[in-house]
């Protein structure tokens, strides 16, 4: 009777083990918009980039400029849908986008604002989350494995009482 509970208790722990590897992937968003940074004399055009996705399903940005030697940051001109919190005169530049967007950064020096190039980051795409596709197929394998063993073990026993 122990050896039947057993058994039992172990077919539970492989259907609750296996429910969760089956279940729906929870919903992401991609990052599908993309950020057009355009260099003007102060820069190359080189900057910090990161983008993500927020609790509430947003597309973030974060750009922070990297002026040529001897210009200083000045201000932010932006073109497209977009909120952000800070001031367009901060440097670094926290973005919610939902569009494809133009981010100018307009540096000086001595007082005189520069201009400039076009150049497009195209590298906007949300990372892959969730398990891998194999992983629940693995996880039934070893599952059935395992009470297959359970079950040679239990009809085994029983041969030896009979």
């Given amino acids: 009777m122990k050896k039947m509970v057993s058994v039992i208790m172990a077919l539970m722990l492989v259907v609750f083990a296996t429910v969760p590897a089956f279940a729906v992937e929870s919903p992401t968003a991609?990052?599908?918009?993309?950020?057009?940074?355009i260099p003007?004399?102060?820069?190359?055009?080189?900057?910090?980039?990161?983008?993500?996705?927020?609790?509430?399903?947003?597309?973030?940005?974060?750009?922070?400029?990297?002026?040529?030697?001897?210009?200083?940051?000045?201000?932010?001109?932006?073109?497209?849908?977009?909120?952000?919190?800070?001031?367009?005169?901060?440097t670094e530049l926290d973005l919610i986008i939902t569009g494809d967007v133009k981010v100018t950064p307009i540096y000086k020096k001595g007082g005189q604002v520069a201009t400039g190039t076009v150049s497009t980051d195209n590298?906007?795409?949300?990372?892959?989350?969730?398990?891998?596709?194999?992983?629940?197929?693995?996880?039934?394998?070893?599952s059935l494995a395992a009470c297959g063993s359970a079950v040679f073990m239990l009809v085994k026993s029983e041969k030896k009482k009979g």
């Fill in 30 to 37: 991609s990052l599908e918009y993309t950020v057009e940074v």
């Fill in 40 to 90: 003007t004399e102060g820069g190359d055009g080189s900057y910090e980039f990161t983008t993500g996705i927020d609790p509430e399903g947003n597309q973030t940005v974060h750009i922070v400029p990297k002026p040529n030697p001897g210009f200083t940051f000045d201000h932010w001109v932006i073109e497209g849908p977009y909120t952000t919190d800070g001031s367009l005169t901060d």
């Fill in 123 to 142: 590298s906007g795409k949300s990372p892959q989350t969730g398990s891998n596709e194999a992983l629940p197929y693995v996880v039934v394998l070893l």
